[in-house]
């Protein structure tokens, strides 16, 4: 048996392994619709399937030293798993500290930098951020709703970083801190906190006239 084969069914006359992309071939399999309803979403968008990344538009939603790319996403290319994004920093540059719905997983394609995770965010007082030294050909996983913040604390050199998200279209969740503000985090949080279950108890139990009356805005303010 071959290394990372495992049988997970055996019938009369097949064993099935599960690997990537095994039996997709056979129209009965069931991966094979998910397969090419995908590959119709990518046609339907006009997309080649080979694209020149230094093609792609670029954008830095209105932050200083940042250029993002969407390589792969929901809104533009009808993705629904996952997201894809190349992002780099110029020297000095950074994210505001946030979080979102989704994991996200990063590589470091050139440059270094600093990683600040709260991984305590969901408790009531999550603390000081620690911090991680980040470096080319190194990678890191983001949990969902841990703030976090990246910076490129290198004065020298780019920092260029691959980035993987799941749940798109990703919803993205600002939290507008200096480091190390324990005590403004703790607030902040807990304020957060409050806002999005009155806001779930709205949605929940409100009547659908005030439900109407009412502006439709995301949480969080």
Not at 109 to 125: C, M, P, R
Not at 126 to 153: A, L, M, R
Not at 187 to 201: E, G, N, P, Q, R
Request: with cysteine; charged share 20%.
């Amino acid at each position: 048996m071959g290394v990372g084969f495992q049988p997970i069914e055996r019938s009369e006359t097949r064993i099935y392994w599960k690997v990537l992309l095994v039996h997709l071939q056979e129209p009965k399999h069931k991966e094979n619709q998910r397969f090419f309803e995908a590959a119709k979403r990518w046609k339907s968008f006009g997309l080649p399937l080979v694209r020149n990344i230094s093609e792609l538009p670029q954008g830095n939603y209105e932050r200083a030293g940042l250029s993002h790319i969407t390589v792969a996403g929901s809104v533009s290319h009808g993705m629904r798993e996952v997201e894809v994004w190349l992002q780099t920093f110029s020297p000095g540059s950074r994210t505001p500290f946030h979080r979102h719905s989704g994991e996200e997983v990063f590589v470091v394609l050139k440059g270094s930098g600093t990683l600040y995770l709260a991984s305590s965010s969901h408790e009531k007082y999550p603390g000081k951020p620690q911090e991680y030294f980040i470096f080319s050909n190194s990678t890191f996983v983001i949990p969902v709703n841990d703030v976090h913040q990246v910076w490129n604390t290198n004065e020298h050199e780019d920092l260029q970083m691959l980035a993987i998200i799941s749940r798109p279209p990703v919803k993205v969740y600002v939290t507008s801190l200096p480091p190390f503000c324990t005590f403004i985090f703790a607030v902040t949080m807990l304020f957060h906190t409050i806002i999005l279950f009155s806001y779930l108890w709205i949605e929940t139990f409100a009547p659908p006239k005030l439900l109407n009356m009412l502006p439709r805005c995301q949480y969080p303010l």
